[in-house]
């Protein structure tokens, strides 16, 4: 079974530019998560999606969000790009709800805004 | 809202040593309790959990114990190899509701040969 991919694996933007990320998760899952890594905040989670339906979010701005498509591939956003959005931005998948089944990790997209 | 307190890294040792990587965590109830690894240059993986009071989980010679009364899970291994570096999370998660994992800021381990 393939794993959770994620595209691009590595991004550059400029400040002000938004970025589409993608997320394909492991077949039939329908959970996918997102998480923003970054050195001085560690593991962050920003928002998960079940079914098309956002369940939860993080505690991150507007200028970040996501969807979910009828496949359960998830995209999220960042619009107007900040150099502090620099991070590496992990999706996880599971087959129902992250609290009570295990969650697959991407190997992330590296996202530098310069 | 939960909370997780790990040893600040980096953690270096030799092949062959001890290893133990603190964790303390902050919850409401009985969460389940994770650790995942990040290997270079991958996503996480889970290692292992536990998930009720006195569980021991295990994996690849790992082990941690959930502690309820200290609100501990520590993660430990007998003897490590050059293959454990990697960078070590722990994470509670709790079973009612769809709250995400909240993880810690993660222990980076080094093991020299």
């Known amino acids: 079974k393939a794993g959770v991919t994620q595209t691009p694996r590595y991004l550059i933007k400029t400040r002000g530019q938004q970025v589409t990320l993608s997320c394909s998760p492991i077949?039939?899952?329908?959970?996918v998560s997102w998480y923003q890594q970054t050195p001085g905040q560690g593991l962050q989670f920003l928002f998960e999606?079940?079914?098309?339906?956002?369940?939860n979010k993080g505690n991150f701005p507007g200028r970040f969000s996501g969807r979910q498509f009828s496949n359960s591939r998830s995209e999220m956003n960042v619009s107007t790009l900040e150099l502090g959005d620099s991070a590496l931005y992990l999706c996880?998948?599971?087959?129902?709800?992250?609290?009570?089944?295990?969650?697959?990790f991407g190997p992330g997209t590296r996202l530098t805004v310069l | 809202g939960d909370s997780v307190t790990q040893m600040e890294g980096p953690v270096t040792l030799s092949e062959e040593a001890f290893l133990t990587i603190n964790c303390t965590y902050t919850?409401?109830?009985?969460?389940?309790l994770f650790w995942y690894v990040q290997y270079p240059g991958e996503g996480l993986q889970l290692l292992l959990k536990?998930?009720?009071?006195?569980d021991k989980g295990s994996n690849k010679g790992f082990e941690a114990t959930y502690r309820k009364e200290t609100t501990s899970f520590h993660l430990e291994k007998g003897s490590v190899q050059v293959s454990d570096s990697a960078v070590y999370f722990c994470?509670?998660?709790?079973?009612?509701?769809?709250?995400?994992?909240?993880f810690g800021k993660g222990t980076r381990l080094s093991v020299i040969a």
């Open positions: 996880a998948s599971s087959f129902g709800t992250p609290s009570y089944n295990e969650q697959f």
């Open positions: 077949s039939g899952h329908r959970s």
């Open positions: 999606y079940f079914s098309e339906t956002q369940r």
């Open positions: 919850a409401t109830g009985y969460p389940s």
């Open positions: 536990a998930t009720k009071a006195d």
């Open positions: 994470a509670p998660q709790q079973a009612s509701g769809n709250t995400p994992l909240v």
